[in-house]
């Protein structure tokens, strides 16, 4: 069998003290996630989280920073390599259909999440928000894209 980890994006809105999240079903479960994704081929981590927040909850997304990144394997044994982005809304689309599977988008406190912890998707959600409020902040530069085709120096 081989390996391979699955590369995703998460993004932690903050407004008024409310973090964007989204309920969706995974596996016959209802969860809650902070809005992510997989990197989707030919795409920088920054468009795809971009996209993920629009596909997922219709809001606009501005990344300011990187929170870090996050292994997590599940009981299941798949392998989860995330880039967590924290950014601000823009604009939302609130008639915009949303992924299969996103049964409702929340803005919840740091203490209605963890109220609910069993009901998270993983581990890295709350993480990702106490990462953002605990001040862990890169700066987006920190990330190289780099195409096929460019030559090395």
Request: hydrophobic share 40%; charged share 25%.
């Amino acid at each position: 069998m081989v390996w391979k980890p699955h590369v995703t994006v998460s993004a932690v809105a903050e407004q008024n003290g409310r973090f964007l999240v989204v309920e969706e079903i995974v596996e016959g479960r209802e969860v809650v996630n902070n809005p992510a994704g997989h990197l989707e081929r030919d795409e920088s981590l920054l468009e795809a989280v971009v996209r993920e927040v629009r596909e997922e909850t219709g809001w606009g997304f501005v990344p300011d920073h990187v929170t870090g990144l996050y292994l997590w394997t599940s009981e299941s044994g798949r392998t989860f390599l995330r880039v967590n982005f924290s950014g601000r809304c823009t604009e939302h689309d609130r008639y915009r259909p949303l992924d299969d599977g996103i049964v409702r988008v929340r803005w919840m406190s740091r203490a209605d999440l963890g109220a609910c912890a069993p009901r998270l998707r993983s581990p890295m959600v709350l993480r990702c928000i106490d990462d953002h409020l605990a001040g862990k902040r890169f700066p987006l530069d920190v990330l190289t894209h780099l195409a096929s085709g460019d030559a090395p120096t």
